[in-house]
Every structure is written in structure tokens, then in C-alpha cells.
């Protein structure tokens, strides 16, 4: 898992996962379980309104009970308003108190129970505490962006908290009850309606739908009609996007993309005025999507750019008089769409491609929008006479919300369709009908899903899942017993959790053609100011006598992995090498926190427990300080390794995934930790399995998902970690494996230089897709110089940074320690700095000798931590530096001189020179 990721798991107060809950205003499901007051010590409830105190819910209904809330009239932080409001928490072993492992009811018991979660490590994706927050007047759950210890709380904020799992980024399992529940309001927002209730559980049957489809397919690779002889080519879209958004390396959807990509066949379809000719904009939509879909490069299918041909063809003017003309009605038509699921098409296509389509290409298609919210799903004038559809309302609102900047008239959408659910939890296919549709209910399910609307989403899938025929597939009406390739197509897209603009939205391969911008070496100053940034993070207020904590000194535990995040920021600068001395000097020496926990208390060493990318972590700092990892905090952290690394799958939860895998290194991040401390170490027979096995999560694309041994998708984060990892190694595979995940990192950079993370356009990915991007900095200078701009835009007036462009505001430890070692171009696999001339630092009201570390006795006064202490988003398994040598010149030689020599063998492997 990326630094960014794993935080959000292992800091319990960081961001958290929401397990789904059905909604209705002041229940849970079809029971009866209301949300109450904790007990009678918090404070009451009716204290804190919009303007006065904070609320949190806490959700217990997996283990039988309520949703629970209480209150805090005077709140501070996400984690005083749980205990303040009557819940109790317990943390972890390896994090302590900041990772809420369980949480009870006043004198009740915690959940979930020892014998279910021990609370040693991590607990797994899949069931642990989720934290949600809305602001005042938010009707809309976020993610959190940071711990319960570093969220600050303002008057009229709310918090949830739910167990249970959902995707990495937070992006599905919001609350299934709402911020204005939690606050207890009277009246329920009407643009926010409550799902159906009583609709019972159920999904739809994705394998029996796609393999009814596969099986639909001529010659594997085509639909033709019953009793033609030429392919309906419009079903052979539809076809490929359900098997490619239930498995983007189906070699059935490839093939049919193939298909469709032989220029007779694009020519036909796309280009019915012949090849050089005006096209059938929605046919060069959907191929362009299906060239998305499956890997294929839409600027280059069939022999047609269809991109550009989209750009080109779109109507630069009203006709004003009712007439079309080319094809052409109005302003920002895509010439002959004709309909707004091409329009919609066109646009999705163009932005997941990533070309910006014309301004008034997209906001056409607010002019298809109704008084009542929802779109018709005829191209005609604004005020034209207007009849809502839910097929065409679920598309057009995908377009808008992956376009940008028509925010009020997808909320409008969004509300439509909730409110035009059927009881039975399906959609008409017009607003007039009262029966449910397939097509309909599926593309309403996918554009909900999409939003965050959960609830609505299941419910409609439910719908589905009893209409299922029994070949797999669905009906055009829901009495329907014959089954049809597109409402079935459609169907299988929102079984599968997926949507049109996702299964398009990143290529499966990277670009056969690797970035041809020439190289160029940023001068001095483009970047962040690195010297304000490490003046930050030395900050007695938040370097606390050698450690930082979760949130500030005062909760007794360090965090040990930010700790070692931001020595590894002080090695990469050179800045401070004699605070960078005293950090390394209490993790070696025995040092104790407030909790008396030392290092191994994180590293878990010698225990059942034993995690190897916490182990690597430790033992990389000593490495790259010049520090015995054979001897370092008084273990031998090189054998700790040897010993971690798996034989074999165990059925333990989290312990060994495979063969090679180090014990509970749960994330490709902490895999690649590990292996780069034994490398570095000499031990590159001992790593061999360990690196066959971080091989072996390579994906096709290049990149490597976060986590080990459950679902994730590609990250940013892991794909340079684990490229840094493979890099050290000089053979050729090797070398290619690294190209490859470098093609598809640089594929992800956004226009403002950013990178995307699982807090948005995050500084965290920024940086450490800058080290990755160093390792070949000849070929992508262009992209790290633009990377280090964005990151130089996200540093604040302190010299610290925040955790992601538009997020919450204010400087964070973690994200800062990551932006200035990023910002150096030094990767981990070669990273190193001599302490030599150093000594330990005394600090005030502690006696220091050259031997000993400063330590800090339990209820020792260290200090306030000051503004920006929080956690933010970095693992504690997730190393932070790396990057592009080009922060003052003298950082430019030093950084390019490491990361030649580290790279000099590619002369001789036939590798990048």
C-alpha cells in the first residue's frame, strides 16, 4: 500500500472505511434502531446545534446494536469528541492509542471482540473502524482526509463512525445515514430523499451475465443479428464494456476491441461518409471508450485519431432557425450526436483520453436538463419541451461530474433520480411509466454508485438481481423473458460496481510510445523552498526530543513510522544533519516515549508479530545513515528479515499472502521496504524470493496495486516504491519491469503537475512520483520539473505543505516530510548521509551524552506541538524520499550524482543510457 493509503489504516485515527448501512432518516435497514444519546455523563444532546458544539454517530449495527451520538459542547479534535460524547476506544500494540481499534458505550463492551480482532497489527481492510466528517451545513459525508487527532473540530461539525471495509480511496461505503440525521433534524432535506425501504438484499449475478455475453459474441469477437451477416457493431460496444469493467484484462473484450479497430470495421461504423468524411460522433465516442476500456489508444484506432475528429467536428455556432446543417443544430453540438448519449459519450471519452473538449461541448448538455432535474435524451434547445429520462439523466450526469465545473446541475440530477426511484428500488424508463426497467435501473444504479449514493445504488441492484433470467442476462421490461445484449450489458457494468466514465478512465497497457518531451533540468528555485521546509519539521513543537507523535506531544504515544518519514526528509536535504543525528540516536539507543515504547514496540520484532515492512523501514534509516542494520535498536534487523520472509500462504489473516511475502506486509509498499533493506544490506540471495514475489504484483499496465492479499486497484504511491525496489537490481527483465512502471506513472500526471492519491491530487503521490520519475530523469526532467512546481504551490507561509491541493487547509507532518525529501530526486535504494561531525543535541531540561538519547518519562511536559502536527497520510510502513535532483545546485549534483551511479549499468544492460 502507498504511504497515503496505509496511513488511512494504520493510525486509526486517520482516514477510516465505512461499511454500507441502508438509510432512512432516523434508522438502520427495516429495523427500528435509532440513534441515541451514549449516556447520561456526555453532554446533552440538544446543546450542540448548527452553531454550538459537535455531534459524532458511531454505528454498532454489525454487532447487533444502535447508531449511537453524542456530543461536545466545547470540542477540540475528532478523538476528544468520541470520549467526550461517552464512547471508549482502544488502539493497537504496533500503534497505540492513535489507531481506534475498537470502540464501546459508555461501561459496555468495545467492539469488535478480542476474539474476532486482536488489535496488535493493523486490522485488515475489510472490517475495521471507518471515520467520517461533514462541515457545518455539509449534507454530504467526506472521507476524512485526517486522523481523529489532527481534525480539528469548528462549531456544527459531525463525525461518524462505522465498521466495516470499502474500497481504498474512500470513494464507495459512505454512510448510509446522513449528516442531518446526525445532527437530528426534524425535517428531512427534500433534495435528499431516503432510499426505498424494506427492499430486500440481493446483487446481480455478474459471471452468469458476462459469460451469457461472451457467449452472445460470433467467432468470439463480434455481434452479428440473427439472420445478418455483417456485425451489429453497436452491441459489440456494448459488449465490451461490460466484460471490461468486470475484468480489464478479459481477452474476450480485447479481442472484440481488435475487432472493431480493424480499419474496415471503424470505417463502417464511425465513418459512414467514407474514410476522410464527417463522423458519426456517437460511433467515434463509443469506439474511443472502447479503446479506453481495453488498453487500445483512441488517437490511433482503426486509422482514425478519433479524438481529434471529435474536437474537430463540433458545431462552432447556432443555426438559429430549427435546421441542422452538417450535421449540426446548435453551439457545442458533436456533429450528427443527435442524441445526448452521444454528446454525453463524446465528452467522457475526450476527458478520460485526456483531451479537454470544448467549453461548450460540455455545457450543451445542460441545456437537455428539465425543471425537474432530470435530462431528456433528445439534443434540443434550452427551453425546448423537456421529458425527463432515467438512462439519459444517469449518462448525462456521469459526463458533467467527469467534465467538472456544472456542480449545481448534477446535484439537481443526482436528486432526480433519487427521488424517481420506484418503491420496489428500480427506475422507469420515463418519468410517466410506474414498472421498473432494466436499462433504465442499471444506468440510474451506475451514476449513483459513482456519486456516493450507496444506498440508492443497492437497491436498485437488488431490483435487478430478481429479474435476472436464468441465462444470465435481462429483459428490455421487467416481465421480459427474452434475454438482450444491452440491457444485459448495462446490467452487468452496475452489478459490478462500475460505471461507463470508471471502466474508461485508465488504460490497462501504458502508451506504446514512450513521452518524447526532451529532457530538461528545472533550475534552482522552481520547487518547493526546502529550507523553510525542513525548518518545519524540526520545529520543537513538533520534533518532540527526537520523535513526532500522532497529534502533538500530549498523547504519550510517538509515531515512530512519521518519526523515521521525516529522518529519512532530513537525510535526502542534508540540511540538519545534527537534528537528523538526535532522531537516529533515540530510535538506536533505546529511546522511550511517553508510553515506554521503544522502536521494537513498532517494529514488533521478535514476537508472533513481527512485521516486515515496519522491520525494513527501520532498518533502511540505519542503512542510509551509515548505522549497523545488523545492530540497530539493539536487534538484527537484516536477520529479522530473513526470518519474516513467508514459505508459504497461511491462512492467518494478514500474516503471509504467498511464498516471499515478509510477514503481515500487507501493502506492496511495506513488500518494497523490505526488499530494498536487504539489497542494500548485501542480501540479494536471501531477497530473491521476496523479490519474485513483489514481481509478481506487477500489474500489465506497470503499475502495482496497494494491497497484498485483497482487492485494490494501481496507485501511484506503490508503483514508484516498487519501482525504487526493482531499480537496484541490474538485469534486464528487471530493468524493463521499472520502464514500464515509469511509462504508466507518467501517464498519470495531472495538467497542474499533481498527481492523483487517495486524498485527490495529493502531495504525498506528487513527491514520491517524482523520486520514481528520477530514476530516469534524461527522459521525464519535463514531468518532475512540473511535479516539484505543484509541490512548491502546496507549501504554505511555515515552510509545511498540505496533505492535497483543495483540500482541508493548513500544513501536515507527514505530508511535509514526504514533499522535501520527494523534492530532492533521491531514491531510497541509494539514499545516504553521513552523520560523521555530528553530536546528539541537548535539549532543554534533559541531560544528553554521546551515548545516550534524550528519552521522555511518562507525564513529561514537552511542549505544545503548535499548528500543523497532524499524522496526515503517511504509512507507517511508507518511506518518503525520492525525487528529482534539481533543488539548489548543489542538491542538483548531489542528487544527480547518486542516482547515475545507482543507474550506470544500464549502459551495458541495453537499458536507458
Known amino acids: ?97 492513535a489507531f481506534v481499534c475498537r470502540i464501546g458505550k459508555g461501561s459496555g463492551a468495545r467492539h469488535p471482540a478480542p476474539d474476532k480482532e486482536d488489535c496488535v497489527l493493523t486490522p485488515q481492510a475489510t472490517a475495521y473502524w471507518s471515520y467520517w466528517i461533514a462541515s457545518p451545513g455539509q449534507r454530504k459525508w467526506t472521507y476524512s482526509p485526517l486522523g481523529a487527532m489532527e ?121 459512414p461518409s467514407g474514410k476522410d468524411g464527417i463522423p458519426d460522433a456517437t460511433a467515434a465516442a463509443r469506439l474511443a471508450l472502447v479503446a479506453e476500456a481495453t488498453g487500445l489508444d483512441p488517437r490511433a484506432f482503426g486509422g482514425h485519431d478519433l479524438l481529434g475528429d471529435l474536437v474537430t467536428y463540433v458545431c462552432p455556432r447556432d443555426i438559429g432557425d430549427g435546421e441542422t446543417v452538417d450535421g449540426c443544430y446548435t453551439k457545442g453540438d458533436f456533429r450528427t450526436a443527435g442524441y445526448a448519449d452521444g454528446q454525453a459519450m463524446a465528452v467522457i471519452a475526450l476527458v478520460n483520453g485526456g483531451v479537454a473538449p470544448p467549453a461548450h461541448a460540455v455545457s450543451r448538455l445542460t441545456a437537455l436538463q428539465c425543471e425537474d432535474g432530470g435530462f431528456t435524451s433528445i439534443l434540443i434547445r434550452s427551453g425546448g419541451a423537456c421529458q425527463s429520462e432515467a438512462s439519459a439523466t444517469a449518462l448525462t450526469t456521469l459526463a458533467l461530474a467527469r467534465a467538472g465545473g456544472h456542480e449545481d446541475a448534477v446535484q439537481r440530477a443526482r436528486a432526480h433520480l433519487k427521488r424517481s426511484q ?130 502533538g506531544a500530549g498523547t504519550g504515544h510517538a509515531d515512530y513510522g512519521m518519526t523515521i518519514d521525516g529522518a529519512y526528509s532530513l537525510a535526502a536535504t542534508g540540511m540538519d544533519n545534527a537534528t537528523l543525528r538526535n532522531i537516529v540516536d533515540f530510535l538506536d539507543k533505546g529511546g522511550k516515549d511517553g508510553k515506554g515504547r521503544g522502536i521494537q514496540d513498532w517494529t514488533l520484532v521478535g514476537t508472533a508479530y513481527a512485521g516486515g515492512g515496519s522491520i525494513g523501514k527501520a532498518a533502511l534509516l540505519a542503512e542510509a545513515v551509515g548505522r549497523d542494520p545488523r545492530d540497530f ?116 500526471q495531472k495538467e497542474d503537475g499533481g498527481f492523483p492519491g487517495a486524498s485527490g491530487n495529493s502531495v504525498n503521490s506528487a513527491a514520491l512520483a517524482i523520486q520514481g520519475l528520477s530514476l530516469d530523469a534524461p527522459r521525464y526532467g519535463a514531468r518532475i520539473a512540473r511535479a516539484r512546481a505543484f509541490l512548491a504551490s502546496q507549501q504554505n507561509a511555515d515552510g509545511g505543505f498540505t496533505i492535497a491541493k483543495g483540500g482541508q487547509p493548513g500544513s501536515d507532518v507527514r505530508a511535509s516530510a514526504q514533499a522535501v525529501g520527494g523534492a530532492t530526486g533521491v531514491s531510497f535504494g541509494t539514499l545516504a548521509r553521513s552523520l560523521d561531525g555530528t553530536t546528539p543535541q541537548p535539549l532543554p531540561g534533559s541531560r544528553v551524552t554521546a551515548s545516550a538519547p534524550v528519552i521522555v518519562t511518562p507525564g513529561e511536559a514537552a511542549g505544545s506541538a503548535g499548528g500543523g502536527t497532524g499524522g496526515g497520510d503517511l504509512a507507517s510502513t511508507g518511506v518518503q524520499v525520492t525525487g528529482l535532483a534539481a533543488m539548489a545546485a548543489a542538491l542538483v549534483l548531489t542528487g544527480w550524482a547518486v542516482t547515475r551511479a545507482a543507474r550506470r549499468r544500464r549502459g551495458t544492460t541495453g537499458g536507458r543510457a
Not at 445515514?177 to 426505498?196: H, Y
Not at 536471501?686 to 514475489?693: C, D, L
Open 1 to 97: 500500500m502507498g504511504t497515503e493509503q496505509q496511513a488511512k489504516r494504520t493510525s486509526g485515527t486517520r482516514r477510516r472505511f465505512l461499511s454500507f448501512v441502508t438509510a432512512s432518516l432516523l434508522t438502520l435497514g427495516a429495523g427500528a434502531a435509532f440513534l441515541t444519546v451514549p449516556s447520561a455523563s456526555a453532554d446533552p444532546i440538544g446543546q450542540c446545534t448548527a452553531t454550538n458544539g459537535a455531534v459524532v454517530a458511531v454505528d454498532f449495527g454489525p454487532f447487533g446494536g444502535a447508531v449511537e451520538r453524542g456530543c461536545d459542547t466545547t470540542p477540540t479534535t475528532g478523538y476528544e469528541l468520541l470520549h467526550a460524547a461517552g464512547f471508549t476506544t482502544e488502539g493497537t500494540v504496533h500503534d497505540g492509542d
Open 151 to 271: 481534525r480539528t473540530l469548528k462549531p456544527g461539525d459531525v463525525d461518524a463512525w462505522v465498521f466495516g471495509g470499502t474500497d481504498i480511496g474512500g470513494t464507495k461505503g459512505r454512510p448510509g445515514f446522513t449528516p442531518d440525521d446526525v445532527r437530528g433534524l426534524s425535517t428531512p432535506d427534500p433534495t435528499v430523499p431516503t432510499a426505498p425501504p424494506g427492499v430486500p438484499a440481493g446483487s446481480v449475478d455478474v459471471p452468469a451475465a458476462t459469460r451469457w455475453i461472451a457467449g452472445s459474441l460470433t467467432d468470439g469477437e463480434r455481434v452479428v443479428d440473427e439472420g445478418a451477416t455483417t456485425a451489429n457493431h453497436f452491441l459489440t460496444t456494448e459488449a465490451v464494456f461490460a466484460l471490461a469493467a468486470t475484468d480489464r484484462t478479459s481477452p474476450v473484450a480485447r479481442k472484440a476491441a481488435a475487432f472493431l479497430a480493424a480499419p474496415a470495421q471503424t470505417d463502417a461504423y464511425a465513418y
Open 422 to 551: 420506484l418503491p420496489t428500488g428500480a427506475w422507469p424508463a420515463a418519468a410517466y411509466e410506474t414498472t421498473g426497467n432494466p436499462a433504465a435501473t442499471a444506468w440510474a444504479a451506475q451514476a449513483l454508485r459513482a456519486l456516493g449514493d450507496e444506498t440508492f445504488a443497492d437497491a436498485g441492484a437488488s431490483w435487478l438481481s430478481r429479474h435476472q433470467l436464468p441465462a444470465g442476462g435481462f429483459g428490455f421490461a421487467e416481465d421480459d423473458t427474452d434475454t438482450r445484449l444491452f440491457p444485459t450489458a448495462t446490467a452487468a457494468i452496475a452489478g459490478a460496481g462500475s460505471d461507463l466514465v470508471a471502466l474508461a478512465t485508465k488504460r490497462t497497457d501504458p502508451p506504446t510510445t514512450p513521452p518524447t518531451t526532451p529532457p530538461v533540468t528545472p533550475p534552482a528555485g522552481d520547487g518547493p523552498d526546502l529550507k523553510k521546509g525542513v525548518a518545519y519539521l524540526t520545529h520543537p513543537g513538533r520534533l518532540v526530543q527526537g520523535r513526532y507523535y500522532e497529534a
Open 633 to 748: 535498536g539493539g536487534r538484527d534487523l537484516i536477520a529479522a528479515l530473513a526470518k519474516s520472509t513467508c514459505a508459504a500462504k497461511t491462512s492467518t489473516r494478514q500474516e503471509c499472502a504467498g511464498k516471499g511475502n515478509y510477514t503481515y506486509a500487507t501493502s506492496v509498499f511495506s513488500q518494497s521496504l523490505g526488499v530494498i533493506a536487504q539489497i542494500r544490506a548485501g542480501e540479494t540471495a536471501a531477497a530473491a524470493e521476496p523479490v519474485g514475489y513483489l514481481k509478481s504484483l506487477q500489474t500489465p499496465s506497470g503499475a502495482w496495486v496497494s494491497l497484498i492479499g485483497e482487492p485494490s486497484a494501481a496507485e501511484v504511491d506503490s508503483t514508484a516504491m516498487a519501482a525504487m525496489a526493482v531499480d537496484l537490481l541490474p538485469d534486464a527483465a528487471s530493468q524493463a519491469a521499472v520502464d514500464k512502471a515509469l511509462a504508466w506513472l507518467a501517464a498519470q
